[in-house]
């Protein structure tokens, strides 16, 4: 989400797409941290629940953190297609229907 976000949505906003992406606080941290960020782990854990506020640019350090880390992640497996030879928009678009399945 790159989005423009108020404090308390950014924080909220960057939690989930953490949780979704299954990203650890250690990790995020970690990362946030080689960025020059000043907070501590237990700073950004209480940011990140709504407990501290921190000033924009180390709020903007987590985000970048949270969307690098997110860039590395393996693409999610996706489902396949049968072997038909025909592309799935053609089996899906009922005008198309034939008598050979």
Do not use: C
Request: proline share 9%.
């Amino acid at each position: 989400m790159e989005a423009f976000q108020e404090p308390d949505g950014q924080a909220q906003a960057t939690r989930e797409a953490m949780e979704e992406a299954g990203l650890p606080l250690h990790t995020v941290w970690m990362r946030y941290f080689s960025f020059t960020g000043t907070a501590g782990e237990y700073e950004i854990d209480a940011y990140l629940n709504g407990s501290l506020q921190l000033p924009t640019h180390e709020r903007d350090l987590v985000a970048h953190a949270v969307n690098e880390l997110i860039k590395e992640l393996p693409p999610p497996r996706m489902a396949p297609y049968s072997k038909n030879g025909r592309r799935p928009a053609q089996d899906l678009d009922p005008s198309r229907e034939d008598n050979n399945r």
